[in-house]
Every structure is written in C-alpha cells, then in structure tokens.
C-alpha cells in the first residue's frame, strides 16, 4: 500500500504489527489508550502506564487509611478535652479521606480467556469487589441505601453494622449474585478471580434432606473414608454422619456448613450471621480460621466479641447511607442506648 494510505489492523502477530504500525490502540471496557509507537514499544508503555496507576491506587488508598487513623485519635482526644477545633479537624481529615478513595482508580487487570496453569484458588488481585455507588432496594424496588464508591480488596475482613432491617442481609444476597453472575448487578463489579465461599443465617447451602456423609461425598468428589474423616474433624461424629441433615443440632449443622466453606476453598467470604448456631469453641474456631488464613470477607454479625476479633473494616449502614467508620463501639453504644 502507498505510505500515505491510513490502514486500520487487527493481528495477534506482534512482529506484523511491530513492522507495519505506528499507532496502537488497546481496547479496553473503562478506556482505550493510544499511542505513538508499534505494538511492543506501546505495550511496553502501557506496562509502565498501568503499574503508574496500581502505585497511586495504593499510595491514594494508604493515605486514606492513615487520615482516618489521625481522625480517630484526634475525635478520641477532643471528646476528652470537649475541644470544637478538633472536632472540625477531625470532620476535615475524614473528608479527604473520603475524597481521595471516591478519586482512587484501579489499574486495569486483563481478563484472561485461559490461565496456563494447574487448579489454584489464590488470586493477584488488589481489589477483588469495586462498588460504583450502588442501589440496595427491596424486592419492591424501595430504596434501602446507597453503597458510595467502596473497594472490598484482598486482606480486608468488612463487618457489615446497623440495626435490624437496614438491608445487610439483602446486600450481602446483592454481592453474591453479583459473583455469581458478572455483569448482572448495576455498579458491582467483580474481578474473574474471586471464588466464592457463602453461609446464610438458615444454612441454606446444605439440604436437609441429604446425609452429611453423601452430600459431602458427592460434593467434593471424595471417597467415604476421607469424607467420614473430614466430617469427624468438624464435629459431625460418626452415629450423625448417615443421618438426615435436618436431625443435626444447629451446632452441628454450622460446623457443617464451615466444613464445606472449607473445602470450597474460596477466597472470599459472604457470612451472614455466621455464629448463630456455633457455641464458644465454635465460634473461637471460626475467628482464628479467618485470622489465620488471613481471609478476605464482608459479613454480618451482631456478635460483639465476633466482630471485635475478626474485623479490620467497619461498614455502618444508616439513613440509608453506607459509611466507613473507624471502629463499632459508638454503634454498639447506641444500640444500647435505645435498642431495637
């Protein structure tokens, strides 16, 4: 072709594309950037662009977190001392904070059409959940509260705060839907990688008709003897084991339910109530599980003790409104100032 003729190509051939093009253009769902140059130098460009915006993400998202650490112990030192001008400071740290994480852009992640790798359940990525100012209504489509621009990433453990019928339950039903279906809720975005593990307040995830023995049997793909060993170690004794799930304790039907979160092997947790049934070693056994495995997880709970040892993040749902707050003892004190 004459040189002066512009010509549009399409190639997975990167040495065509490097002879023959000198603008590149990637397509992406967010953005398409372009640029002057072949494939491999713009690739290479793109490389630096992305690992430029992962940075900000974080130094943006770290910055957040240690204003609102400063506003914690400024609010802290102004109750003490009834000062206003740290009350206002403190109101001034939290909105930047706010600014900057409703301001903070994800770097792209490629979705890839197939990982050349055996089975592994980890995932790279930062921010696993991104919510876009979501809706959280009722099955009648009334407005219960709006999610703000949030991240749930790697490493966080959110525990969902507010009083009965504020929605938790029915935003945490949205986040699993929106994993189990990718593009189905408005404003949520899931990264492919995220693996699911769920537990609702009725167990929903076993069937009470079913044997321990055969659901997990059948479930898992494994022989009688290791599931029979498995159920043991979970405190499903060997005389409830061939027995209707529906004749188990709640205790032990919730030690069943974490059996099978377990060998789901997510990486991350929807847990709705998730000590309802579980008695002291039960749920001990529960918070050092996540503890140790480091596990990324929103969950509802109105376990005080459940909440203190196992959340590093406080979502409080109110006036139909989903904020951020540094710790849940002001929401526990006004639960106990004017109950339910």
């Excluded at 009334?142 to 009965?164: A, E, M, P, W």
């Excluded at 839907?177 to 404003?187: F, K, R, Y």
């Excluded at 929103?298 to 459940?306: E, K, N, V």
Aim: hydrophobic share 40%; net charge neutral.
């Amino acid at each position: 072709l004459p040189p002066d003729v512009p010509v549009i190509v399409a190639s997975h051939d990167r040495a065509f594309l490097d002879a023959v093009t000198n603008r590149t253009l990637f397509l992406r769902p967010e953005e398409s950037p372009v640029f002057a140059l072949p494939y491999s130098r713009a690739r290479h460009a793109l490389d630096e662009l992305d690992a430029s915006m992962a940075r900000k993400f974080e130094r943006d998202m770290k910055i957040a977190q240690q204003l609102r650490k400063q506003a914690a112990k400024l609010n802290n030192i102004g109750i003490n001392s009834g000062s206003d001008l740290l009350t206002v400071k403190t109101k001034q740290l939290k909105e930047r904070a706010e600014k900057l994480e409703d301001a903070a852009v994800q770097a792209h992640r490629e979705r890839s059409a197939g990982a050349i790798r055996l089975a592994n359940r980890g995932t790279h990525a930062k921010v696993l959940i991104t919510l876009e100012d979501a809706a959280v209504e009722t099955p009648d489509g009334t407005l219960l509260f709006r999610t703000g621009k949030r991240h749930i990433c790697q490493d966080d453990r959110i525990v969902l705060l507010g009083r009965n019928g504020v929605g938790k339950t029915r935003f945490i039903a949205m986040i699993r839907n929106a994993i189990a279906e990718p593009g189905s809720i408005a404003n949520i975005k899931v990264t492919p990688s995220t693996v699911l593990g769920y537990s609702d307040q009725a167990l929903s995830g076993i069937n009470g008709e079913d044997t321990p023995l055969a659901m997990v049997s059948r479930r898992f793909e494994i022989g009688e003897q290791r599931a029979r060993s498995l159920l043991a170690g979970a405190g499903v004794v060997i005389e409830m084991q061939d027995k209707k799930i529906g004749a188990l304790s709640g205790g032990q039907r919730s030690r069943l339910m974490m059996l099978v979160l377990r060998l789901t092997n997510p990486n991350f947790y929807l847990l709705d109530e998730p000590t309802n049934h579980l008695d002291i070693d039960g749920q001990e056994a529960l918070e050092d599980e996540l503890l140790k495995h480091q596990a990324s997880c929103l969950l509802a709970s109105h376990d005080r003790s459940f909440i203190r040892a196992v959340g590093n993040r406080f979502w409080l749902i109110e006036k139909r409104r989903l904020t951020e707050v540094d710790d849940p003892e002001a929401f526990f004190r006004s639960v106990a100032e004017t109950p339910n």
